[in-house]
């Protein structure tokens, strides 16, 4: 007879105390231990290497204390050991010796030691390590010494973080030989040398950052294979030399590019137009000298430009006027001079620009969501200004004087000598506006990869008949949503015009293309092909083509007033189960299953697209975001830049808190989602004031009240199958049980404090076995509530 296995999930409660310290002893089965996301404390229990077949081991999240036993490389089979975010190790030189024996374990494929207190250095061991390894984070400790230098043995290593210790000598030149490698975190240490060109060799690389260490010599050119870099994160380093033009012609540079803080010198190079998808760019603090590039005016997404503290000289370029979505941009302390240009305070959504410690002269700009209000601008330290709103408190723009002189050219000589040459000005204002125009239509790269069909104005236009309001299924903040079908193959579409007069509805545009050109899933809607052009008055013109859902969103057949629909357009128990499981596998593949996670960042009823068959959709990614790495510099520059991301009710408390996008942010929101699902109550409605909310409401009547809050309209049929017809009725006493375990999984999923929250992965598997004991499918299983 075989020997038992087990299969503990305890992740993400509130456990508290001790683990038990023969937990090896009396479970030596034990296969799989996953305890993330308590509060659990004491030593950590050393009898685990009795449990000889474990495979998955996870303890992160809690207050584990101690050493890490260091024969844990007898547990010969384990695939994941996560120690992650506890304070283990005594910050020590041997704290790390337990490594040496995980050479053994030569399935290991992820290894996370986060956040604790482990010191001493980084065994050469670690280059011996599995060669199954992917993922292996040490961020976060006390580890001196250096990396090793057979790191490069790691070949399927897609995800390395050292970052935030106390590594110091260089980097090995072995770090090329990690060819699957997608994000390098070194930063805030102490690594001197040069950055080596090795790393050139890493063609898969998203993310290279090495902020806050002692780097020399140059920026390597060879730097230009990575052609899948997203972010470069070089700042506060001792970089020498000119910035290299080939590093400004990779397209794919869309988050981020920091030198801040080096020795840089030379022109910023006009090829940094090239970065139209460009979200940052930081070349501060550094000896840039000449003019600022007109090709700035290229990046219609940047939002932030930091440049200050250079000897950047001449005026600063009209082309920057075309920067719509820049909301900080700091040219301090350089050599700038000229007026300050009236445009700028057209920009829609700078929150500060910083023009102080420069040789700008003559009157200060008064008009404009800028320059009205003194604490979103400085212009400190330019002696020569004049004007402005009264609280910079500037001396008044003297007048022009009355002319002295009186000419002897004769009178009538003027008009004779005017008038053609106003005539000529009107020519080539017109010739350079056509030229303009045309270059803006024909040079602008496509936005979605060259294998997406193409549609022009014209094409959409005839599609939706004009754009007819009899066309019109939707209207949001950013775009409004209009059936169409295709003259060329009577294909049913859905059109997303762009209101483009609107903030922020460009980076929308921008930001929901590089996602939905990157995600393929059954449960996420579908993108056909985007369109950018100009409309019949020469208007700019953005749409998003999408495969049509007959039936519309969910967020419709919820709270649909319309008293013909109330029948029609209702679900039964059955069919709210199935689209909640299809949503939960959407975000588990967004999470987890894409090369960079996704984070939604806006899930609720209105953006969940139901096909004809039911299947739900999610759709709307115009505010969603890659998720690099919570702690990495790059990612909380973005997260900072964010704000509160989503829609009041369905948002998670902490982003109101300032804190950075996350997973558990798209947990809450699906939360939020099944509980309105299952009650009919929409979060932010008239009942839900102070600080009751929608959790609150069903927490006071779970688990004995439930069918007192669920949706009064939702019928208990279940699906046919062999022992019943689809119009027979389901047990009350069963369905309440059902939808007694479906409102715990939504309380769990938007608990107020993150860690609290449960994982996307347990709540599909968790909704697909009540689905199954709801139907009759399979093995009778008990439901209970604790």
């Given at each position: 007879m075989s020997r038992p296995f087990f299969y503990i999930s305890l992740a993400v409660n509130k456990l508290h105390g001790n683990l038990p310290p023969n937990l090896g002893l009396v479970l030596p089965s034990l296969e799989t231990f996953l305890v993330g996301g308590n509060k659990l404390s004491g030593p950590f229990p050393v009898s685990i290497t009795n449990a000889s077949r474990l495979v998955r081991f996870d303890i992160a999240y809690n207050s584990l204390t101690g050493p890490v036993p260091l024969n844990l490389g007898i547990l010969g089979h384990l695939d994941t050991l996560n120690f992650g975010q506890n304070q283990l190790g005594n910050t020590i030189p041997n704290d790390l010796s337990f490594l040496n024996s995980l050479v053994n374990c030569t399935g290991l494929r992820l290894l996370q030691l986060t956040n604790n207190g482990f010191g001493g250095v980084l065994p050469d061991s670690v280059a011996n390590?599995?060669?199954?390894?992917?993922?292996?984070?040490?961020?976060?400790?006390?580890?001196?010494?250096?990396?090793?230098?057979?790191?490069?043995n790691l070949a399927r290593l897609e995800y390395l973080a050292f970052h935030d210790n106390m590594l110091g000598s260089s980097i090995p030149q072995s770090i090329g030989k990690l060819s699957n490698l997608q994000g390098l975190y070194l930063y805030t240490n102490s690594i001197s040398g040069e950055i080596p060109s090795s790393i050139s060799n890493i063609t898969q690389l998203s993310i290279l950052a090495l902020a806050e260490n002692m780097l020399e010599g140059s920026i390597p050119i060879a730097l230009v294979n990575c052609t899948k870099l997203q972010g470069l994160d070089l700042q506060l380093n001792h970089l020498t030399g000119v910035i290299p033009e080939q590093i400004f012609k990779l397209p794919s540079l869309n988050i981020a590019i920091?030198?801040?803080?080096?020795?840089?010198?030379?022109?910023?190079?006009?090829?940094?137009?090239?970065?139209?998808?460009?979200?940052?760019?930081?070349?501060?603090?550094?000896?840039?000298s000449g003019e600022i590039p007109a090709a700035l005016g290229d990046c219609p997404v940047l939002e932030f430009l930091y440049m200050q503290n250079n000897l950047f000289e001449g005026t600063i370029p009209s082309s920057l006027q075309w920067l719509k979505g820049i909301q900080v941009m700091d040219l301090s302390q350089n050599n700038l001079s000229g007026h300050i240009p009236q445009f700028l305070g057209t920009l829609p959504l700078v929150r500060f620009l910083n023009l102080s410690h420069n040789r700008f002269e003559g009157e200060v700009p008064t008009e404009g969501v800028v320059f009205s209000n003194v604490s979103a601008f400085s212009i400190v330290g330019n002696t020569k200004l004049c004007g402005g709103i009264q609280a910079l408190k500037l001396p008044a723009c003297p007048k022009e004087a009355p002319g002295t002189r009186r000419s002897n050219f004769p009178l009538r000589m003027v008009p004779l000598i005017i008038l053609p040459v106003v005539l000529l000005l009107a020519c080539l204002s017109i010739t350079l506006y056509r030229l303009r125009r045309s270059k803006q239509q024909t040079s602008s790269p496509p936005v979605l990869p060259v294998h997406y069909p193409r549609f022009t104005y014209s094409d959409l236009f005839q599609a939706t008949d004009g754009f007819s309001s009899t066309n019109l299924i939707g209207d949001g903040r950013y775009g409004s949503v209009y059936k169409g079908v295709l003259d060329s193959s009577g294909q049913t579409i859905a059109v997303k015009v762009l209101k483009l007069q609107e903030h922020g509805a460009n980076q929308s545009f921008m930001t929901e293309c590089n996602a939905l050109g990157k995600l393929r899933h059954r449960n996420i809607v579908k993108i056909i092909t985007s369109c950018s052009s100009t409309d019949l008055q020469r208007n700019d013109f953005k749409a998003l083509v999408f495969d049509f859902m007959p039936n519309g969103s969910l967020d419709s057949w919820l709270h649909t007033t319309r008293v013909e629909e109330q029948d029609s357009r209702n679900l039964n128990l059955v069919q709210r189960l199935n689209i909640a499981i299809d949503v939960a596998t959407a975000l588990?593949?967004?999470?987890?299953?894409?090369d960079i996670?996704?984070?939604?960042?806006?899930?609720?009823?209105?953006?969940?697209?139901?096909?004809?068959?039911?299947?739900?959709?999610?759709?709307?990614?115009?505010?969603?975001?890659f998720l690099l790495a919570s702690t990495d510099s790059l990612s909380r520059t973005q997260s900072n830049s964010i704000g509160i991301r989503g829609t009041v009710g369905y948002v998670a408390p902490e982003y109101g808190m300032g804190e950075g996008v996350s997973t558990q942010g798209d947990i809450y929101s699906y939360g939020i989602f099944l509980l309105e699902t299952f009650t009919g109550k929409e979060p932010p409605g008239s009942m839900f004031v102070d600080n009751f909310s929608l959790r609150n409401y069903v927490e006071t009547a779970f688990p004995d009240r439930v069918m007192e809050i669920v949706d009064p309209r939702m019928r208990w049929k279940g699906k046919e199958n062999s022992k019943q017809t689809k119009e027979d009725e389901v047990d009350i006493t069963k369905a309440e049980l059902c939808l007694a375990s479906i409102l715990k999984i939504g309380i769990r999923c938007c608990a107020e404090l993150p860690r609290e929250r449960m994982n996307v992965r347990d709540a599909a598997v968790e909704l697909q076995r009540i689905r199954k004991v709801f139907l009759g499918i399979g093995r009778k299983q008990v439901v209970t509530f604790h």
């Open positions: 390590l599995s060669k199954r390894l992917t993922f292996f984070r040490a961020d976060d400790n006390y580890i001196t010494g250096s990396i090793p230098q057979e790191i490069g920091f030198l801040n803080g080096n020795h840089l010198s030379g022109q910023l190079s006009s090829q940094v137009g090239n970065l139209i998808n460009l979200g940052k760019l930081g070349v501060s603090e550094n000896k840039l588990e593949y967004l999470h987890y299953h894409c996670p996704v984070i939604h960042c806006d899930l609720k009823p209105s953006n969940i697209l139901l096909d004809g068959q039911l299947c739900a959709h999610v759709g709307d990614f115009g505010i969603a975001r």
